[in-house]
């Protein structure tokens, strides 16, 4: 699809980011919604056992 | 050490440090490790082929600049040759914004810690448009250069040694409270400069259309101080540096490929991962095909808990780059939960005058999922081009995964 045609279309939009880009769409009566991600760091095996590691190391005060 | 006691360290080196500015010189004649050969540039190292457009822009600028090239093709040719050595300016007590690009005989401010005996050193803002901190390196911008080194550099030299020295820390920290972040907006802390040194100004035994054309270049920059507070931030990045066990941030810094971060704790080592696109407010006629990634030695700034950080301090700025005030204090509040501290003399006037967020701990980064969030100005990714606007951008995350397992493994 050109983008041409996709902006011919109603658009449903999700904004990752600065919130003002969202309310800016909404004034135009765009379908908007907002969404606050971050990085899902407890599904990353390597970031957890890094993070279980501190954990231990902060308890025994190291 | 344990973790706990070493980043108290950090923080109160970050916090109590006297700094300021008491003098300029010419690069080769006062940074360490400098020569005429050697050409200083922003962020983590970097090869002149796996340079971005700008910066190669910039070294081309230095080098006509120098007289070491008289073309673009003859600088070229003396770079491919192997003569020229690149280096980042933060292995010399170095910063400077954007490019970053030093060279030998460029003059540079000289920014003194008294409480810990750092030193560090910035270059001086060319001002907005096409300028070498942006990679252009036209006829007009090395004109510039000269005028700076010949006519602006030797007045403001004498006025800065007149003054006995600069109080800097309470400039940025008076400028917070006059809507600066000290990052991306110094409309408050460049006037407050030069209310300093006015007096001084005035003294000066110098031509009297020298003194009027440095008055009126720091009057015409907003941006002037920007160098400054990078300098001031950086004595006290290096004072913090070495604390055995402590995990938070000492550099933040880009080169316009790589993001690259250090932490107390492990000294002087980088830790990099591709450094992303801005996300922000473009010029008429540019759009972000046009942007190179992030670039800049500035984030020394968020490092210390300023620029992206303090941004619900800087309501001005925060349309600057394409949000609302509410984004400003949404970003300030989300930058607490990675830092350490709330900084004893960087207050928020909006937020009931909470200091603002300070020391980044690589652990809590990766708790949270947060990247630090820093403000920037966006370099087009052609050379000679310039500025295309302005905006933020997030630190990646691999570089502080990389930073704690190297911290783990040193234990």
Redo the contacts between chains.
């Keep these: 699809m050109s983008t041409n045609a996709l902006f011919q279309q109603r658009l449903q939009v999700v904004n990752i980011g600065l919130e003002q880009f969202q309310a800016d769409l909404s004034s135009q009566n765009v379908e908007v919604i907002q969404l606050q991600w971050r990085i899902p760091t407890t599904e990353d095996k390597r970031v957890k056992a890094i993070l279980d590691a501190f954990a231990k190391l902060d308890e025994e005060g190291k | 050490m ?3 006691t070493a980043n108290q360290e950090v923080l109160k080196r970050f916090q109590d440090s006297d700094i300021r500015l008491i003098g300029m010189g010419i690069a080769k004649d006062v940074i360490p490790g400098m020569h005429d050969k050697m050409i200083l540039h922003a962020g983590p190292p970097i090869t002149w082929e796996r340079m971005c457009g700008p910066m190669k822009g910039a070294v081309i600028g230095a080098l006509l600049y120098e007289g070491l090239a008289q073309n673009e093709q003859e600088a070229l040719l003396l770079i491919e040759s192997g003569q020229i050595t690149f280096d980042p300016n933060h292995e010399h007590q170095t910063v400077g914004p954007m490019a970053g690009i030093i060279s030998a005989n460029m003059p540079v401010f000289i920014m003194k810690n008294f409480t810990f005996g750092t030193t560090a050193y910035s270059n001086i803002n060319e001002g907005p448009g096409k300028c070498l901190r942006f990679g252009a390196y036209g006829e007009a911008v090395i004109t510039r250069l000269h005028w700076m080194r010949d006519h602006l550099y030797p007045v403001l030299k004498q006025a800065i040694e007149l003054s006995g020295g600069i109080d800097f820390k309470s400039i940025l920290t008076q400028a917070l409270q006059m809507g600066d972040d000290n990052h991306n907006r110094h409309k408050a802390s460049t006037s407050l400069f030069m209310r300093e040194l006015a007096k001084y100004l005035v003294m000066v035994d110098l031509p009297k259309e020298d003194i009027y054309g440095a008055a009126e270049h720091i009057e015409k920059i907003d941006m002037f101080n920007v160098n400054l507070a990078m300098a001031a931030c950086k004595t006290m990045a290096d004072a913090a540096s070495g604390i055995e066990g402590s ?1 938070i941030v000492t550099v933040m810094a880009r080169n316009g490929v790589d993001f690259g971060i250090k932490v107390s704790g492990a000294g002087n080592k980088w830790f990099t991962a591709p450094a992303n696109i801005p ?1 922000g407010l473009y010029f008429p006629g540019y759009s972000e095909t046009d942007a190179a990634a992030d670039i800049g030695d500035s984030s020394i700034t968020e490092t210390y808990g300023l620029g992206g950080f303090a941004l619900a301090a800087a309501p001005a700025i925060v349309q600057f780059i ?3 005030y ?2 400003g204090v ?1 970003i300030t509040n989300e930058m607490f939960e990675i830092t350490t501290t709330e900084n004893k003399n960087f207050k928020i006037p909006t937020m009931n005058f909470r200091g603002t967020p300070t020391g980044i701990d690589i ?1 809590k980064v ?6 630090p969030t820093i403000t920037t100005g966006m370099a087009h990714k052609d050379p000679g081009v310039g500025q295309v606007g302005a905006g ?1 951008v997030k630190a990646p ?1 691999a570089c502080f ?1 990389d930073a ?2 190297y911290m ?1 493994n040193k ?1």
Excluded: C, H, W
Excluded at chain 2, 366 to 371: A, D, M, N, P, R
């Design positions: 344990n973790r706990e995990t996300e394409g949000g609302s509410q984004d949404n652990v990766l708790k949270t999922g947060i990247q933020i995350f995964v704690a397992e783990l234990k």
